[in-house]
């Protein structure tokens, strides 16, 4: 039988619920669909971290390397852990490390689920450069303390980097509607935007069947909560990503709904699959987080692995919860009851 | 009777037509308000620049030094002039020029008009820094047009720069509901955004009365759409300022309801007031654009000059127009048809 290894991060907080859930979802969809998941638990964490020092083992990306796909809960626990250290130890050097320049977020409400906005017919497909740009961490201060302090921080954009990220855009529109955005801000920052854009028309020319649109990022901004169902595949930069795909999870009802793949597309390491919501130390160990999320990443990562027909079998059976009501108000299910709800709908 | 001096800059589109109605509305207001506006014009624009090779003459800052405020229609013709030169040619030199560090944004939805979100009772007040930050424009390439091409952008915060737009911000939190929101993104960009943190933290010991709160940008731009009402006084730098008030922009209705104004608040220059939106070619000389978002930022020019009576008496003016369903719908009713409302609720 076709097993694929698979490295499990639970996190901290609700990662860890909702990994579980994910994680039996997907066995069960494997289980239908002829091949096995061997999954290995990893405990790197926050809580890992304050008993070790670290985030993970020195030689934690050489331990994931070998593995087929790594799948995230969530990492986390601002009140004892600052983020520089939790993000900087562990998911940002999974995601440079492995080259998953490409973060890719579905964005489209599923039926059931009420968003805040009135419009209701969209769907958005965001990808985002996830390795260099805004966050290549860059920069510096001089004159510290005084009153003449100056802090500045490098965006570092490079042509394969780009031309990497568009090329993988234009092949996921291709696969799509063939309409794709690109998003800049080439009228305030001229040198990295205006590159963006060149780089941006050059790819273009491989892809005359693709419709190409370019938009300022606050345009853009502004376009998802006024006219999302007008957008298809959008392309951005690392922070312009982080940015819009989190108006992509407020509209599509929260970051309850909202999945996202790491994927390294030369697969010359292994692609991440997480959730897009954080820890939540509130309610986390409470049994309340909704999986919806997480299980929607597990099928993300069926697709990437090549089992097209159990991720289409799982994205129909939150469907088929959602839309009888299941899942789609904040805190009313509990995860083990959408769980189950969706366990069933697949069996 | 007291005069103002105000150099009026209609510029291109439908920045010309919505100066017109902005300004037969704050000259009869202040005709009530027994003050008098004395207008001068000035052509500066795309045309201007296509006749004489600059969208401003070389003197034309300290042209405008001279005034009491200024009043910008919009700028922009992108199918003959680019926005590198329409932008960097008039508007961004008049912000940067005149010290305007506090660009202030007002987002709510005026009486009857329907916005995006489900949701409607939100008053929020974007404060966007100005001058400095990821707008700087220090930046450059190498090794242009081969595949070893990179770009970088570097935005630069000085402390001085950040400390007088928290003052300002804590200023105007005071004078609304003591509360005030601070929009970073600390945990990926950890010189510049750490800095400002840092700033703000100081800043907020003078004001133990205004209750401060750290966001992420990303988490900010979700918050905007998804629980408005939660948020009050917003500042954010350059970026994420212009951004969030796209957002802001959307959730109101539209940019036809998008007022600003460019604040120099030691009024050692004058300050300017613009709609935020764009010159709309397509629609230009129609005389359908919606003036409201230009006679409102007429309102705020109005209360910077200290005239608060005649501001608020406009505001009136527009919120009862509104509220029958005038200049409430995208394109029913012509500019005329709106300003001579305004016009009569005034009077
Ligand atoms: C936690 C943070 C560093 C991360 C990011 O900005 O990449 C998150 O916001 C995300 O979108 O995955
Ligand atoms: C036109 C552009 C340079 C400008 C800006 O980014 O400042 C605009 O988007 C705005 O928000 O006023």
Known sequence: MKTYDIA????????KDVTESAWQVMRAAAKRGGFA??????????????????????????????????????VGWPAEVPDSVSLHGLLLPIRKGFTQYANIRPHRLLPGVQGPLRSDGFD??????NTEGEYSGAGGRVHSGTANEVAIETAIFTRAGVERIMRFGFEQARARRNKLASVTKSNAQKHSMVFWDEVTREI??????????????????ARMV?????????????LFGDILTDIGAAIQGGLGYAASANINPDRSAPSMFEPVHGSAPDIAHLGVANPIAAIWSGAMMLEHLGERHAAAEVMSAIESITAQGIG???????TETITRAVLAALN
Do not use: Q
């Open 8 to 15: 499990l991060i639970p996190g901290d907080g609700i990662g």
């Open 37 to 74: 998941l061997d999954g290995k638990r990893f405990p790197w964490s926050c809580a890992y971290y304050l008993e070790t020092g670290a985030m993970m083992p020195p030689d934690g990306i050489e331990t994931l390397r070998k593995f087929d796909a790594i799948y995230l809960g969530a």
């Open 124 to 129: 958005i497909l965001c990808i985002r450069e």
């Open 204 to 221: 273009a020319k491989d892809y005359p069947d693709v419709e190409v649109s370019h938009y300022h990022i606050d345009a853009m901004a």
């Open 226 to 238: 006024l006219a999302p169902e007008s957008l298809d595949v959008i392309v951005a930069s690392n």
């Open 328 to 334: 789609t108000i904040a805190g009313k299910d509990r």
